[in-house]
């Protein structure tokens, strides 16, 4: 069962991925993960403050994985960084884009649930399902996992 605060914090997320720019964003990070063979790409998802400190829209910070953190293909370890930076990040996210179609890996791993329970933060995983196209898997560390669809170009 959800609370109200999850509920909220899920919409706001779904928002938050269909905001000019963020599936541009997350589109290039993908073609960087894809071309690299090594390791997930991932980062945060956060609200941009408007000069009068209203919500001016959303962006995604990529965090790039250091060298030591590149332990295989199927994998994201997020930086000390990422974890410093993101305090007041709405989610912390990465990408499943080893393929075009990458249907059988969409929504969050026993791994990603693991991160979601330990560092207690709500979570996103954008799946590769089709040129252009990303699915979206909200998910919590109590082990929520909402589908939020899919965006694209």
Same mark, same amino acid.
């Given at each position: ?13 779904? +928002? %938050? *991925?269909? %905001?000019?720019?963020? /599936? ?11 071309? +690299? ?10 609200? *941009?403050?408007? /000069? ?9 910070? $990529? ?8 332990? =295989?293909?199927?994998?994201?370890? %997020?930086?000390?960084?990422? $974890? ?7 989610? =912390?996210? =990465? $990408? ?9 890996? %969409? ?11 330990? @560092? ?7 799946? @590769? ?15 929520? *996992? ?8």
């Amino acid at each position: 069962v959800m609370s109200w605060g999850d509920l909220l914090g899920a919409a706001v997320i779904d +928002d %938050a *991925v269909r %905001a000019p720019g963020v /599936a541009g964003a997350l589109l290039q990070q993908a073609v960087l993960d894809r071309d +690299d063979r090594k390791t997930e790409y991932g980062g945060v998802l956060e609200a *941009v403050s408007a /000069a009068d400190g209203r919500v001016g829209g959303y962006r995604v910070v $990529l965090f790039p994985p250091r060298p030591r953190d590149r332990v =295989h293909d199927e994998r994201f370890v %997020a930086s000390r960084d990422m $974890l410093d930076y993101s305090d007041r990040a709405l989610a =912390h996210y =990465h $990408l499943q884009v080893q393929r075009d179609k990458n249907y059988k890996y %969409a929504g969050p791993s026993g791994g990603d649930f693991r991160y979601a329970r330990l @560092s207690g933060r709500n979570c996103v995983v954008f799946t @590769s399902v089709g040129k252009d196209r990303l699915g979206v898997d909200y998910y919590q560390p109590d082990g929520v *996992v909402i589908d939020l669809g899919e965006i694209g170009r």
